[in-house]
């Protein structure tokens, strides 16, 4: 209703009781205060000044008016303030959206280092794959997800969206542990002829993965399981024998009746972090740099522990 330009003026002459002084004040010329004060005369329907000597005073409306408008500025200026300190400080709220293998592996020491390092901070996460994470990236639901890129099917690039690679993951092939390949040297997918698959499921990029890195093998994959979560695939190749492709950051503890094979090629697939490129915060990029601690700290352990 009342333009924030005409408030000022208003809030300058109470301030400083002439015109003289609020144009000073504002930087204005006295004919450019003027104006904006019957402006928004015109605006409040009432007179806010009235004659006092050769100078102006505030009427009562003007008065009530103008304390009204230091309310408004003072709110103004706070979230100039607070803006400002999203851009430059990593404050606020931060809302994350991740593959499940990340929340499992990387996320929870991710969120730990933010919370003692940026106490001003607050996080939000929620697990979702890419199909559903980077459309709510674009819609401003979150502010940045977590996906996968597996060789052959990235995740897609929406327009307007930044990008980082966080880590490198290694996939494996999972085998029971009699099996006549279990215990050699790196496989070809072709030579696992003999047993029945497991896969994730068939409306994600994961399960189709699989299909397609085993068909690029040479092998038409017979999949008998289709299941989220490679947890469950662990359990499933322990329990009727089944084969699986499992990435490294998604592995539990294996029971001895599962072997861990590796692959020849070597198979990976890659954990980007997406975030809207009109929204590059300080939070957001805090949340890149751990991530990417994060992920450099676990693959310094694996490495030194053989």
């Known amino acids: 209703m ?33 104006q904006q004060l019957a402006k928004l005369e015109r605006e409040a329907g009432a007179p806010l000044t009235e004659p006092a000597g050769r100078g102006l005073r505030l009427t009562p409306a003007g008065r009530m008016l103008a304390e009204h408008a230091a309310e408004i500025l003072a709110r103004v200026a706070a979230a100039r303030l607070d803006l400002d300190r999203l851009r430059d400080e990593v404050v606020g709220e931060l809302r994350i959206g991740a593959i499940p293998t990340s929340v499992h592996a990387l996320a929870p020491p991710t969120l730990s280092r933010l919370r003692a390092a940026h106490p001003d901070l607050r996080v939000a996460l929620a697990d979702g794959e890419a199909e559903e994470t980077l459309p709510a990236v674009l819609a401003g639901d979150l502010d940045l997800a977590v996906v996968e890129n597996w060789d052959g099917l990235p995740a897609p690039i929406p327009p307007g969206t930044s990008r980082a690679r966080l880590c490198e993951d290694v996939i494996d092939l999972l085998l029971p542990a009699d099996h006549r390949l279990a215990g050699r040297g790196p496989v070809d997918l072709g030579d696992v002829d003999d047993l029945d698959w497991v896969a994730d499921g068939d409306d994600n990029r994961a399960g189709a993965w ?21 947890g469950m695939h662990v359990e499933l190749v322990a329990g009727i024998g089944v084969a699986a492709l499992v990435p490294r950051l998604a592995r539990p503890p294996l029971p001895a009746s599962v072997a861990v094979v590796a692959t020849d090629p070597c198979l990976r697939r890659s954990i980007d972090a997406v975030w809207r490129t009109d929204r590059d915060t300080a939070a957001v990029r805090a949340a890149v740099e751990a991530f990417r601690a994060v992920a450099a700290e676990r693959d310094a352990a694996v490495a030194a522990s053989g």
Do not use: K, M, N, Q
């Not at 002459?13 to 204005?28: E, N, P, Q, T, V």
């Not at 690029?216 to 490679?230: H, I, N």
């Open 2 to 34: 009342f333009a924030l330009d005409r408030l000022r003026a208003l809030d300058a002459l109470a301030r400083h009781g002439s015109i003289a002084g609020a144009a000073g004040a504002l930087h204005l010329t006295p004919s450019a205060v003027s």
């Open 210 to 230: 699989l299909v397609y890195t085993l068909r690029a093998a040479g092998l038409e994959p017979r999949v008998t399981c289709r299941v989220r979560g490679f």
